[in-house]
């Protein structure tokens, strides 16, 4: 399997290693937390995204399309799919609350060997404000998911979906154009875009 949960020898209950295999048979090496908040663990999405990014129908021929490209992840946890998109060739920067610095820092370290473009560590927040000011109308954002149907979930997902309307388009990757393996009916990735405005300001 590519992806397998690895023990720390420090402290097993307290943190513990995600390992992520590339196409090209290198590894992530993601070191997690067994306790705090939701950016403290590899979640199934960051893996799901991560691997689309390897995928021939994302990465195009020749030159991967990350190659020089800049890329701004926010919401970043571990920093999973920022780290790949660095070893893809892309210059990056990783973004989550500042609590998670210093494990978005160790993760960078553990991997830097696979860097082939750059990544660094930054804290950054609220999210749809943060998406509207930093992104232009030739920006794509790529968002990806895990669609939760529990307590105030479902809420919560409405609500941002009918916000993010405002100002972006966007269009859901059908489930067949993801990775062949790592790929699941309650993951979704969209393609976003800030809408063009139809007045001049």
């Known amino acids: 399997m590519a992806t397998t949960p690895e023990s720390s020898v420090e402290d097993p ?28 663990v590899v979640w199934d999405a960051a893996i799901v995204l991560s691997k689309y990014l390897e995928t021939p129908g994302f990465s195009g021929d020749g030159t991967h399309i990350l190659c020089r490209r800049s890329v701004l992840e926010l919401g970043s946890g571990t920093g999973a799919v920022g780290l790949m998109a660095a070893t893809l060739g892309a210059d990056v920067v990783v ?69 993010l309307q405002l100002d972006f388009d966007f269009e859901k990757i059908p489930l067949e154009k993801h990775d062949e393996e790592y790929r699941s009916e309650d993951i979704h990735i969209l393609y976003i875009k800030k809408k063009k405005s139809k007045f001049p300001s």
């Open 13 to 40: 209950l307290r943190n513990f290693v995600r390992v992520l295999e590339k196409r090209d048979g290198t590894v992530l090496r993601l070191q997690q937390y067994g306790s705090g908040g939701v950016g403290c």
């Open 95 to 163: 973004t989550d609350l500042e609590e998670l610095q210093d494990l978005l820092k160790m993760n960078i370290n553990m991997n830097k060997h696979l860097v082939t473009g750059s990544v660094q560590a930054k804290s950054l927040e609220p999210l749809l404000k943060t998406l509207k000011d930093l992104s232009g109308f030739e920006t794509c954002i790529i968002c990806c998911y895990e669609q939760r149907t529990m307590g105030k979930n479902p809420e919560i997902e409405k609500k941002y979906f009918e916000l």
